[in-house]
């Protein structure tokens, strides 16, 4: 029972920190016009307390005690102390006392339709001091704990190079939806070119590429990046946008080059985070998948598997950077097994838009049944040698 209290109070402890740092950064960033007119700087809020919850995780599950900012006395009181004093300057200088902490409060934590600016006012006057005597037990803890020693398990277990993977990792995301929370702009991109590619929209993608006039071609590249890291989306729509806007030709090397991008980048992340990130990436039963077919296939499973439309993209690049293959023979592999697909379908998307989600599912049918088919014929050869021996 020990055990879980002193847990609750350190996650607890974790986040109040980082949400007062949030705050005073938020309302900081505010008071620059230039920033405020172009970015929702309530949103740091919400990313620094994403990075509390980060830093526990890693505290907690992979014992990376240097982390634990809220179990140091010193920090905790700069933190508290500064945090406060900040915020009430600012606010009360401009008049705001009352209204900002609980409207970057309130739109951080998406509770606009549910709280009023009063009601947040009064949450906030229960929340703020038992936050500090959740602070306060979480050093109380930490003090009777200091003959705990780092046991040689989880971070300390991780190669330097692993540490700033997943570190870097974490920073990226964190940049990302920082971004996208704070920048309308882009947030209407991400969200409108993922309806458009869940849709299969070609026609609807190459308008709204078209809308960006001469940073079409970057734009496209970068989504055909994104799909391939984060987002499962179908890549086949971009391609055959390209080639309706670019022509075949320019097409199908935009999409090639992008696409080879993403999968150099999901190799080399794969590398630097390891087996078990990336396992909660992929999942563990698709990288066993790819683990047998690479054990049957060898060097040619990557460009088998390139061939085939239907094997996820991302899952062959991450899956790849965790075993012995070469980045060479990935990369060759890749190049190699994906321009088929790349130059069928950047002519299809500039001469028969109309009929894309048929050629496409027809083009995947026989390129599986034609992969499927080499796969075998060994095998029947075989079989049918061992039949006439038997026979004679």
Known sequence: ???????????????????????????????????????????????????????????????????????????????????????????????????????????????????????????????????????????????????????????????????????????????????YLGQGGFRDLINQSTVYLKNADVEGFRDYLLSFGSLAAVVSGLLMVFQAIIAPLPAFVITFANGLLFGWVWGAVLSWSSAMAGAVLCFYLAKILGRPVVEKIVTKKALNWWDSFFARYGKHAVFIARLVPIVSFDLVSYAAGVTSISFWQFFWATGLGQLPATILYSYLGQNATSTVKILFFIFTIVIALAVIGMILRPKLHLRNKEKQGANG
């Open 1 to 179: 029972m020990k055990n879980i209290i002193r847990t609750f109070v350190q996650l607890v402890a974790s986040i109040y920190i980082f949400f007062l740092i949030g705050l005073t950064v938020a309302i900081l960033l505010i008071q620059n016009s230039w920033i405020d007119m172009r970015f929702d700087s309530e949103y740091m809020v919400t990313i620094s307390i994403l990075t509390g919850l980060w830093l526990y995780f890693l505290t907690t599950f992979l014992n990376a005690r240097k982390f634990a900012i809220w179990e140091s006395l010193r920090i905790s009181a700069a933190v508290g102390i500064l945090s406060i004093a900040i915020t009430s300057i600012i606010t009360i200088v401009g008049g705001s006392f009352t209204i900002l902490p609980s409207y970057v409060v309130r739109k951080s934590l998406f509770l606009e339709d549910i709280l009023t600016l009063d009601r947040m006012n009064e949450l906030l006057i229960i929340i703020i001091p038992i936050g500090f005597i959740f602070m306060a037990f979480a050093v109380w803890y930490s003090n009777k704990s200091k003959t705990r020693t780092e046991s040689n398990t989880g971070w300390t277990q991780l190669s330097g190079v692993q540490k700033f993977g997943i570190m870097f990792l974490f920073v990226l995301i964190a940049f990302f939806l920082f971004v």
